[in-house]
Nanobody, 125 residues
Framework: QVQLVESGGGLVQAGGSLRLSCAAS????????MGWFRQAPGKEREIVAV????????YYADSVKGRFTISRENAKNTVYLKMNTLNPEDTAVYYC??????????????????WGKGTLVTVSA
């Protein structure tokens, strides 16, 4: 079993920045592909970013490309999402997810195995 705990959400003004963290426990961290997803009120959950097990490959949704950066620190079993130039459309609950994988460089974000409970990000105009 893998436990994922997100932190770092909050209220920020448009144009501001936040960094989300997701701490993983329960299994060797560097066997995971990690991703961030979000769900805005009244909308379906969507992919934000994913990072490969090796950390060498990343994928970003078009809506966040150039503004958000995903990274991982295996020594701390943690994945981060740095969010810059936030706008009200980024308001959502952000979820961390993990996929157990033998593939070092895959960034396939489908079929994630484990999910955190989410952290709320609210961007005011």
């Amino acid at each position: 079993q893998v436990q994922l705990v997100e932190s770092g959400g909050g209220l920020v003004q448009a144009g501001g920045s936040l960094r989300l963290s997701c701490a993983a426990s329960g299994r060797t961290y560097n066997t995971y592909r990690m991703g961030w997803f979000r769900q805005a009120p009244g909308k379906e959950r969507e992919i934000v970013a994913v990072i490969s097990r090796s950390g060498g490959n990343t994928y970003y949704a078009d809506s966040v490309k150039g503004r958000f950066t995903i990274s991982r620190e295996n020594a701390k079993n943690t994945v981060y999402l740095k969010m810059n130039t936030l706008n009200p459309e980024d308001t959502a609950v952000y979820y961390c997810a993990a996929k157990i994988t033998n593939l070092s460089d895959s960034i396939n974000y489908n079929g994630m195995d484990y999910w955190g409970k989410g952290t709320l990000v609210t961007v005011s105009a």
